[in-house]
């Protein structure tokens, strides 16, 4: 699958996704830090990328139709976390991608669980 990683996330997380079989594309490699969400929305929907983000603001799904997309992917971290954490988290989604597509979806990545939007319908993945 195609996906691309926000500004925030490392190499260690590009080489998690690398590993798992996956494409890459990162926000700091096109040049597009600091602009605008809606702007990268538009991005990830034309490269048909998966988004993986730490940015709340994308889990407005009127604003960010996860319907038009190959799937929007927050990961929420407390703050400051830990590198162990967030490789855990990475590794949770990947593992959950593998019996459920992403594609036109939103997902959320807690510890322990994923919550999956898709139209009007929420559910979790345990």
Request: hydrophobic letters at 35%.
């Amino acid at each position: 699958m195609n996906f691309k990683l926000d500004e925030n996330f490392g190499s260690r997380t590009q080489q998690l996704f690398l590993a798992a079989g996956h494409e890459i594309k990162t926000i700091r490699n096109q040049g597009l830090q600091g602009c605008s969400d809606q702007h990268l929305y538009e991005v990830c929907c034309s490269e048909k990328r998966c988004l993986i983000t730490f940015d709340l603001d994308f889990s407005d799904v009127t604003r960010f139709p996860p319907s038009k997309t190959n799937g929007i992917v927050i990961i929420r971290v407390p703050r400051n976390p830990s590198l162990t954490l967030l490789e855990q988290l990475i590794q949770q989604f990947l593992q959950a991608l593998r019996q459920m597509s992403v594609n036109k979806k939103l997902w959320i990545v807690e510890i322990g669980h994923i919550r999956v939007h898709e139209s009007e319908i929420e559910e979790e993945i345990q």
